[in-house]
């Protein structure tokens, strides 16, 4: 089984007329700004994972600072899921200023969502605030079966992209010490986090509820960072994530092969991994 864990579809009203939705929300233009940058709805989502052999996929919106859209978008991906159910899962997204962020989260799972994000820090990177503002949902998603939460990360060095936050290494293990007991997914490989894996007092323990998503790997990393990850001792914490509609599954196949990653391996990566998160109460071999 292929599961794609990262992937944004917008409706129709915001797809349609994206400028519109501009007005106040910076780090949406700064990703969407040109038309090169592609909105998608759930229909273009399902023909591409047919067309690239991916099976299920998790799909979420965009962290809207404005409510309304927030709600838009959420309403969007839960809508998605009930025409999609043997296909999709969802995850409820919107900026953590919101002061009705924790509420939202709980509207979205009780209707059905199975889980938060991707939430984003473009401006803040993930400082003291933001760990304060994210307690509630925290602890909302563990009291629903301890949902995963996703959260943007970014490699703190290296060259300048739309999107690409002030957050620090610090400040990304601080997000794992915080909260131990919550199931994190670190989009875009954890910002490189995963390599303190290696330290011998504490990180094994602070990071044993996080996991990894690929999502951009091919603009971040070269394709070693798979065997990389195998060789930490993480591999069964990977998820294969394209950032669709950034890029399409088949450049991450590329990857893939390019890896030198064992078979066993690569299925963990494309699906299992996932599969246990995303389904905690199935018997592994049961197929799902």
């Not at 949902?147 to 300048?160: A, C, Y």
């Not at 390599?195 to 011998?200: C, E, G, N």
């Amino acid at each position: 089984m292929i599961i794609d864990f990262h992937t944004h579809i917008f409706p129709g009203a915001i797809r349609n007329a994206r400028k519109k939705f501009f007005d106040n929300e910076p780090a949406f233009e700064l990703l969407y700004g040109t038309p090169k940058s592609q909105l998608v709805g759930v229909d273009a989502l399902i023909d591409t994972m047919d067309e690239q052999g991916v099976d299920f996929s998790a799909v979420f919106g965009f962290p809207w600072i404005n409510a309304d859209t927030a709600r838009l978008n959420n309403d969007y991906i839960l809508e998605a899921v009930a025409r999609y159910p043997d296909r999709l899962k969802g995850f409820a997204c919107f900026d953590m200023s919101w002061d009705g962020a924790a509420g939202e989260a709980d509207r979205c799972i009780k209707a059905g969502l199975s889980g938060v994000g991707e939430l984003a820090f473009y401006l803040s990177g993930i400082d003291e605030e933001a760990l304060n503002r994210l307690e509630p949902v925290m602890e909302i998603c563990r009291a629903a079966g301890n949902l995963p939460v996703m959260i943007h990360t970014n490699e703190p060095v290296g060259h300048m992209y739309p999107g690409k936050t002030p957050v620090t290494i610090e400040q990304i293990y601080g997000l794992a010490q915080r909260f131990p007991d919550n199931k994190i997914v670190l989009a875009h490989w954890g910002g490189g986090v995963l390599f303190y894996h290696l330290l011998k007092k504490n990180a094994k323990k602070v990071l044993k509820n996080i996991w990894y998503d690929t999502a951009a790997s091919p603009f971040l990393y070269d394709a070693n960072i798979y065997r990389a990850a195998a060789a930490l001792g993480v591999i069964d914490k990977v998820l294969f994530g394209t950032d669709f509609p950034l890029l399409k599954p088949a450049r991450y196949y590329k990857d893939f092969e390019a890896s030198g990653m064992s078979e066993e391996e690569r299925a963990m990566v494309s699906g299992k991994n996932a599969a246990a998160l995303l389904w905690p109460e199935v018997d592994p071999g049961s197929g799902i």
